[in-house]
C-alpha cells in the first residue's frame, strides 16, 4: 500500500518505520518541508527501505496514496481534514491524536465526543476515518514491541473495509491489530490513552515505553 504521513515528528517516525517494515511504500509530508525530507532521508538509511521512502509536498502526496496519516496535533488534524477532506473520498484517513490537556487530568474534548469524530465530521462523509495508533507511544513503534512482546493497535472506525485495510497495515509492521468496532469507541480509546500518559508521571513512571496489552487466555 502507499502510506503518507502528514507531520514529520515522534509519530511520523514510529508509524514509518512499521509500515516501511511491513513493505510499504511511505511518503513524509510536512508543513516545513526541509523536516519531511530530514525524516525520509534518516528513515531510508535506517530502514530497509529500497527506495520505498520520500517526502513530496502535500497535495501530491495526499492524491496519490491509500492511506493518509494525521500525525499532527488535534486541532491541526481537524483542519488538515477540512482542508484535504473534499480530495480524500475513498482514502482511508487514520486519526491518532490524543486531545489531552496540559496536565494530563482530562481530555478537551467535550464528554459524548471524541477528537477522532470530530476529525471525521470536518472531513466529510466521503472520508473513511480510522482511529489507531493512539495507545503507542512513538518509541515503541520504532521497536515495533514491549519486552519482546508485538504491540496492540486498537483500531476504530464506521467503515470495516477501512478497518481492515489498517489491520493489514498494522499486523504487516509486526504489531496486532484490535478491532474495536464503530468510530464512537475513540471516546474510549482517547480516554485509555490519557491514563496511560498520566501514568508516566505516576506510579514510578514508564518513561514512555509501556504498552496498553489485551492478553487472552
Ligand atoms: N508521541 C507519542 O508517543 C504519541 C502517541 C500516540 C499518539 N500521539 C499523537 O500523535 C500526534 C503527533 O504527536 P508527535 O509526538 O509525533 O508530535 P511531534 O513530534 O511534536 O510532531 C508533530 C508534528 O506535527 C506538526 N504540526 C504541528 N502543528 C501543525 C499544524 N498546525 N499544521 C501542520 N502540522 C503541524 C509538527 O510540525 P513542526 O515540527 O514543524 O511544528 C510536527 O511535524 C499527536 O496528535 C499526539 O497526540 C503521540
Known amino acids: 500500500m502507499k502510506i503518507t504521513i502528514i507531520g514529520a515528528g515522534n509519530m511520523a517516525r514510529g508509524i514509518a518505520t512499521r ?41 501530491a502526496a495526499v492524491d496519490q496514496t491509500d492511506i493518509v496519516v494525521l500525525a499532527v496535533p488535534f486541532e491541526a488534524a481537524r483542519q488538515l481534514a477540512a482542508s484535504y477532506g473534499p480530495r480524500l473520498g475513498g482514502k482511508v484517513l487514520i486519526d491518532i491524536s490524543n486531545p489531552v490537556d496540559a496536565t494530563l487530568d482530562a481530555l478537551v474534548v467535550a464528554p459524548g465526543t ?26 515503541t513503534l520504532v521497536d515495533g514491541q514491549v519486552n ?7 483500531i476504530a472506525g464506521d467503515d470495516q473495509s477501512a478497518r481492515e485495510e489498517v489491520a493489514d497495515l498494522v499486523a504487516s509492521g509486526g504489531l496486532n491489530p484490535v478491532d474495536v468496532g464503530a468510530l464512537g469507541h475513540a471516546r474510549q480509546l482517547e480516554g485509555f490513552q490519557l491514563l496511560h500518559m498520566a501514568l508516566q508521571f505516576r506510579a514510578g513512571g514508564h518513561g514512555w515505553a509501556s504498552m496498553i496489552k489485551i492478553v487472552t487466555p
Not at 22 to 49: F, M, N, R, S, Y
Not at 148 to 154: R, S, Y
Open 114 to 139: 471524541s477528537a477522532a469524530e470530530q476529525v471525521a465530521e470536518a472531513g466529510g462523509p466521503q472520508v473513511r476515518v480510522v482511529k489507531a495508533f493512539n495507545t503507542t507511544f512513538a518509541n
Open 148 to 154: 519482546g512482546t508485538p504491540l496492540d493497535v486498537f
Open 19 to 59: 509500515a516501511l517494515a511491513g513493505g510499504h511504500t511511505v511518503t513524509i509530508t510536512a508543513k516545513d518541508p526541509g523536516k519531511a525530507v530530514q525524516l525520509a532521508d534518516e528513515l531510508c538509511e535506517q530502514a530497509d527501505a529500497d527506495g520505498r521512502v520520500g517526502a513530496a509536498d502535500d497535495e
